[in-house]
């Protein structure tokens, strides 16, 4: 199990398991995209899993059951992959970004410009990546690899903005040995990234602490 995972590393992932089927002499190997998941990544990369999942669907695999989330990925989803006469050249999503029948990039930034929510975006990408979460005033405390991963949710809702610095103070006074993961959740600005690269990445390391970046269409990106 790696610590991150990529597409290409999902797709490998799929292609052993549809040879090791193939070997077995199967007809066909069911994989879920929760089980998957779980095998491969420590962080949640399911959006990359169900991006793999999708390019190795060929013309002759099915859809077992269908991720019913606005975006199209979900642990519930699954694909038969038939192991015979499957065509290597053969990609049935092309798309590198979201699956068929979603909306691109544009007209989600179009919708969400001015209504991107913090917490809804947060909730949303841990719902979708199939992780557990209760939510406690201005915070998150959802279930990580091995233990309680704490997300403090850093939009300015009343009273005087705050800065970055605060936040991240904020986030440290809830330092317990009972968390195993601290997170800022934060709409994406210029100025939050150089704050953060000022923070030692040794410190970072020991803390286990990562910054949530919104982004203007409400996906996030963990760095």
């Known amino acids: 199990m790696k610590e991150s995972v990529k597409i290409e590393d999902y797709v490998k992932k799929i292609s052993q398991?549809?040879?090791e089927a193939k070997a077995e002499g199967k007809e066909y190997v069911d994989i879920n995209a929760g089980e998957l998941h779980k095998m491969m990544s420590k962080k949640p990369t399911l959006p990359s899993?169900?991006?793999?999942?999708?390019?190795?669907?060929?013309?002759?695999?099915?859809?077992?059951?269908?991720?019913?989330?606005?975006?199209?990925?979900?642990?519930?989803?699954?694909?038969?992959?038939?192991v015979a006469e499957r065509d290597e050249a053969e990609v049935m999503e092309k798309r590198r970004g979201r699956p068929k029948g979603s909306k691109n990039s544009v007209e989600k930034i179009k919708e969400k410009k001015k209504?991107?929510?913090?917490?809804?975006?947060?909730?949303?990408?841990?719902?979708?990546?199939?992780?557990?979460?209760?939510?406690k005033d201005n915070m998150i405390l959802a279930d990580g690899a091995y233990g309680k991963w704490l997300i403090l949710l850093g939009e300015h809702k009343r009273g005087p903005k705050a800065s970055f610095s605060s936040k991240v103070m904020k986030l440290l006074s809830y330092y317990d040995d009972s968390i195993e993961k601290y997170s800022l959740a934060l709409k994406t600005d210029v100025n939050m990234d150089s704050s953060w690269k000022e923070i030692s990445d040794i410190a970072k390391k020991r803390l286990n602490m990562t910054l949530l970046k919104i982004t203007p269409a409400g996906n996030i990106k963990e760095i």
């Open 17 to 19: 398991m549809i040879e």
């Open 49 to 82: 899993c169900c991006m793999a999942m999708r390019k190795m669907k060929q013309s002759n695999d099915q859809v077992i059951s269908e991720a019913n989330t606005k975006s199209g990925y979900g642990v519930v989803l699954t694909i038969r992959y038939f």
């Open 115 to 135: 209504t991107v929510n913090v917490e809804k975006s947060v909730e949303e990408y841990l719902s979708e990546s199939g992780i557990a979460y209760e939510k």
